[in-house]
């Protein structure tokens, strides 16, 4: 399972990256400005076998290391592109909002091959993984724009109740600072900012800590597709850039996913925070509960999937799993087999599943909870599971994990499986009720009346529960929220489009002398908000 290192002339000839690609340019104003200071070296995870025999991780490029000064600008561009909600952006009407993005889906299917590299090399993601990220953010952003689309239509009716006629109409929130995780660099990201947009709002954009050369070939279409100021993309660390935005108070829109910690601390910054709308995507530990009357095929194949997923780093993987005790010889088992045919090596490896991880620090992270949980009797099932090469950890399958152990409480966020044992789903409600997180949870079973009690004790603890399959975020038509520390607010196709407006009215008493004002503004149009007309 330890991958095997390739030497550049075994990369394939489409994978190979070439020179480094050492980007100097951000985007402010509708303007690609030129950086002259300080970079961040961007390494890949991926080790390499140089010709003289030394593995060493590729130097991918590098990124400008912004200060306050740049990312301010960055910022007072787009609040001169909001003017108070006058500008040109927002009063823009719907439809020519969907042309500027569908201008910019043009142009970024055209950059499909780059990005998809770059994700493999930058985090290490899988290449049907990467190319399935990329194909996913496209596909919701047009859904995205068919959702918007719809409500268009219904928006345009005029409502009439108790002798008051009135039209409410969605209105962008103002200026919003967008960003996105490493393990989903560009799907994540997108799910924000593109909502964000279509919806008027002029956008601070800053990629993730890690992949974030993917961006670059990018930067023109942002440039190209959008008003001056629309879209303003900063680089650097957060502590110099994001948090400058954030004590301008001029922020009105944060959308950030990531840590439940990293967003308190954001949210602090700002001076006027109950006028700052947040939408979060935060910390998880979702629990897989294998029931004793569970399909062990099913549970066994999903649980594989939802644990071990691009190495267990996504939000939505579950990252516990609970197993009464009369199957739990057997799913172990099973369980720990099927981990071992699991394939590691580099990205582009067909049938790749295991890959290096990106985060520097990870793999020690790792081996501190595994040693954890060792020390408090937890053993590890699977042979040289946990064992480190370079930027490789080998999934560890960890048995008789308890509440004594860092790893039933934190969130691993990388191939770490910890195996707990219950003998009554009681013990499963309380593991529920008891964390702090509230993202997901698996149940596996047949058993109606008990799968009925542990669904009625979840439904107030998660944002979604699972039968008989994984934790997930798709299809995104379906509502993706979390409570207690895992989210603030819901993302879908729609919800996303919700969360960055807000609903504003026009009424007044339906008497003659009004409708016909009103008819004179429509017949005229002399109002972008009042308005009939609707998109096809």
Known sequence: MTPMIPTEAEIPEAFRLGAPLHQ??????????????????????????????????????????????????????????????????????????????????????????????????????????????????????????????????????????????????????????????????????????????????????????????????????????FPPGVVNVIYGRGRETVGALMASGKVDVLAFIGTSKGADDLKRMHPRPHRLKAVLGLDAKNIGVVMADADLDEAVRECVLGALSFNGQRCTAIKLIMVQRQLADAFVQRFTSEVEKLKAGAPWEPGVSLTALPEPGKTQYLEGLLDNAKQHGARVLNPHGGEVTGAFFRPAVVFGVTRAMRLWHEEQFGPLVPIAVFDDEQEVIDAVVESPFGQQVSLFGRDAVKLGRVIDACAHQVGRINLNCQCQRGPDSFPFNGRKDSAEGTLSVTDALRVFSIRTVVAAKATEANKQVVRTILTGRHSVFLSTDYLL
């Open 24 to 225: 100097r340019e951000y985007l402010v104003g509708g303007e690609l400005v030129q950086w002259e200071g300080p970079v961040n070296e961007v390494v890949s995870p991926v080790s390499v076998k140089d010709s003289d025999g030394v593995v060493r991780q590729r130097v991918l490029g590098s990124t400008p290391l912004l200060t306050t000064k740049e990312s301010l600008l960055a910022l007072e561009a787009a609040v001169k592109a909001w003017d108070l909600g006058r500008g040109a952006w927002p009063t823009l009407p719907v439809a020519d909002r969907i042309a500027h993005v569908e201008r910019f889906l043009k142009a970024m299917r055209d950059q499909r091959s780059p990005v998809v590299k770059l994700l493999m090399w930058e985090i290490g993601k899988p290449l049907k993984d990467a190319e399935k990220e990329f194909d996913r953010t496209v596909d919701y952003i047009v859904d995205t724009i068919a959702a918007l689309k719809e409500a268009d239509r219904h928006a345009t009716r005029f409502m009439h109740e108790q002798g008051i006629m009135g039209q409410v109409r969605r209105v962008p929130m103002g200026v919003a600072l967008c960003m996105g995780p490493y393990n989903y660099p560009l799907n994540e990201t997108f799910s924000t900012l593109f909502p964000a947009l279509l919806m008027g709002n002029p956008v601070v954009f800053k990629p993730a800590k890690f992949g974030v050369l993917l961006v670059q070939p990018l930067l023109q279409a942002f440039k190209e597709c």
